[in-house]
């Protein structure tokens, strides 16, 4: 069972960000991983429509995602929204921004309403908010996994929580598709 | 296995929808709606723990789920979000408003918030858009179901499409939790 | 000049927030903050009329504002939504939460909207992001200000820095308002 | 007085729709439009800076605003974020889509969020829903201007009401801007 991670990034957080959600994903028995950048150009249609679930991720600049990962939720509209290619599949999202809030609810917003269009079904995290900066969902979100990164490199940030909170969401993601698939039979 | 659906409703319109939603819930073999009208008091809380999924429903007044339906969020935080009761349950919403567009969105996006702070799994419609006023989907949503009722009574309005758009939501929540359930196993 | 501040607090927070937001406006000279809460009872419409703006405040439970915020927004609809009473006065918002993000930006988004319908004009942040715990607008929100509570009572928090960041929401619809107000003459 | 109109279109709608806000702008005495199309390469940041107003259009793909417009969101970091070249500046939007919702309304949050974060002061429409094709707002959204166009070209849709809806919204930007800046001095 494979779950692609569709993710654009920046300045290598988001990346990092994603580098934990597949971490996730490959804990669970039976399931892979397939981390596809937007930045890298073609996207890999028939990787994304074999996947039984699709994770996106996207810093969050001006509030919202990044103009890449919105071209490529547009060059998907011919290729999967229009064939219904992604229906029944398990979606999530990630975002990660500069501030602590950073309006980065909209991000996900955005990516759950896109993942509907497509009727794709959403998971997001089943965590309690974080009360201390090590603790898991230290940011505080539901819909999907939350980062936040100051200015320093992505050596650096985000910090081992939100990566931790990151992975949470992609195993989640993976039993999730896991228990779908089972039930198909 | 049980579909609890949730909802408000101030005049009768969206108290219409549901039922249209429950109908459509009640087409799945082995499933059967419950029907909860905040209105009526006393939330039976144990239904909802029971539930396999539950459908949230609500009349969008100043561009936002009822203050009732709200009230009955509140009441779920100790009940239900703190033991963590509805985790992994489907979930999804309905909701109707006198304009065509009226900001409905907002309603089904506070309703899939709400969601994904008790950990479930969102569904949405799997439908394009209605290009006439007979068609399912002619309000063109997909987070959830939407309905647009004029002031007619609740007796005309809303149109047989938007409740024919209702049921296939109370469908598709039935199909994907009997095969989220199935898998379980 | 009168800037109304009509909001909502559960357990004190949200009214110390608003509080600060009154002092705020305060500052501005020939500029006088009004007080409501909606849980006092009958809503003083005649001094929301009367206003040149009124901000909205609510705690976020549940990833939204609370019900008594929804039930004073249906209880404005015939009073001031028909006559078109608060037609070009300046709106803007806060919001509280447990959490960090805790989703917060939904309530202003919801605050916005009903705003947007009753033809108010919005005026949100003009902060960057806070980098410490000291400084405006920590918690890194534009559509509003926003405050972080945690579980200690409200002589505690929310903190220094977020009710500042309330003063300078206060203050700086004041003095728009004084702008705007003085253009029309 | 100039009202700027920064838009992206993709087969000529949501030009139709920018050039009626236009005609809106251009009604108020003192108030000259002037049209920006993103695509067409290097923005014009002087006129953005010195005009008293900036209206946002983008058509409505994937429930959210054009990967074009987010890549002028994201320019305007550098060039007028970080200087807050556009603080106190009013501004607007409008969208278009080809279903009657069509999650429009997240586009014109997505502007209205960045055009907070700019400390920039957002104006809707006032007008009460459309209940007829032929009327005014009859796709019924505040938050700004929607428009619906079927898949005709642009020739023939939008129809005449969006337009005039658009251009209502025009209108009403400049009175606003114009009031506002008549109070500075």
Redesign the interface.
Known sequence: MQIAIVYDSGYGHTAKQAQAVAEGVNRVAGASAKLIAVADGDIDWDTLAAADGIIFGSPT????????L??F??A??RTA?VP?TW??KIAAGFTN??????????SL??M???A??H?M??????LF?G?TNEELN??????GA?AQS?EAPAEVTPIASDLATAAHLGQRVAE?A????????
């Open positions: 600049y001006n509030g919202l995602i990044s103009a890449k919105k071209g939720m547009e998907s509209t929204w219904q229906r029944n921004s500069g501030a602590m809030h950073g309006d980065k609810l909209n917003i955005s759950a309403l896109f509907a269009q009727g079904i959403w998971v997001g995290l089943d908010p009360k230290r940011v505080g979100g539901w819909l939350m100051d999730i896991a228990q779908f698939r089972a039930g198909k039979a």
